[in-house]
């Protein structure tokens, strides 16, 4: 079992969760994801590494309460056990120095963004992040991102923080007047479409996370499919990051309504 060392709420439905996990925390790197399970019988549910403490032996975990599962891991408190944590899985972000990295995250996906970020910079990137949500209040880690960012900028759809307008709207401001050489893009299924139909006008090399099909984790169940490049991969095993203009964006949006009502 793994202790919670602490717990801070980010906005009203997003919680961050430092937990003891020294296995995990020496051998994860930016990417990987953890399979997490409250209780013998609950849902093994995949979540992204945020970050990790060497020295405190802890990863850090931003959970969005969307469904019972993740309200069940969201009730928790510094404390209190985590009954499973299983990882680090998936295949780790290509790092290296490619030379200016557009790093587009929206919502809760700016969260695993967060360690692509730090190594980008550590390679020696010129690391430019631009920050999408609806409102002010969705907007996370700020504080993080900027320590790892030479530029931040910010999108709210409402205009309540940052600029008014949508993450590709901030994209395109950087292309159009410096050259990108590579965009990493982690947020909603559909936002990760248009950065992506972007980026493919103007030729920037970018790599999708497709974390938000997962289910399983490890490969058996089949449920995180995507075509990409006119083959199947499965997100946890082949994944999570695929180059983003090869996925077909309309095909996995179809089957993350399946289970729609």
């Given amino acids: 079992m793994n202790k919670i060392v602490s717990k801070e709420y980010l906005s009203d ?15 994860r790197r930016a ?5 997490v399970r409250v209780g013998k019988k609950g849902e093994r549910v995949p ?31 510094t404390g209190d056990y985590i009954t499973d944590i299983v990882g680090p899985l998936g295949k780790a972000t290509h790092i290296e120095n490619f030379g200016t990295v557009v790093c587009a995250g929206g919502g809760v996906g700016i969260a695993p963004m967060l360690p692509i970020m730090k190594a980008m910079k550590e390679t020696g990137n010129k690391v430019i992040s631009v920050l999408g949500a609806r409102t002010k209040e969705l907007i996370i ?7 790892h960012s030479d530029e931040v900028i910010i999108m709210t759809d409402d205009g309540s923080y940052g600029e008014k307008g949508l993450i590709t709207n901030g994209v395109e401001k950087v292309i159009l007047r410096e050259k990108v050489d590579m ?18 006008k103007y030729d920037v090399p970018t790599v999708a996370s497709l974390n938000t099909i997962m289910v399983d984790g490890t490969g058996m169940c089949g449920a995180c499919r995507v075509t990409v490049g006119g ?7 082949d994944g999570p990051e695929f180059d983003a203009h090869q996925v077909d964006f309309n095909e996995m949006l179809m089957r993350l309504k399946a289970y729609d009502r």
């Fill in 13 to 27: 439905r997003v919680v961050k969760f430092e937990v003891e996990a020294p296995l995990i925390a020496k051998s």
């Fill in 31 to 35: 990417g990987h994801f953890v399979i």
């Fill in 47 to 77: 979540y992204t590494i945020a970050d990790a403490d060497l020295k405190k032996g802890t990863i850090t975990l931003v959970i969005q309460k969307v469904g019972k599962s993740s309200q069940k891991v969201c009730e928790l408190n």
């Fill in 141 to 147: 880690l700020e504080e993080q991102v900027r320590e």
């Fill in 183 to 200: 965009c990493v893009t982690i947020g909603p299924a559909i936002m990760m479409k248009f950065v992506s139909e972007l980026t493919k």
């Fill in 231 to 237: 083959q199947t991969r499965f997100v946890c095993v």
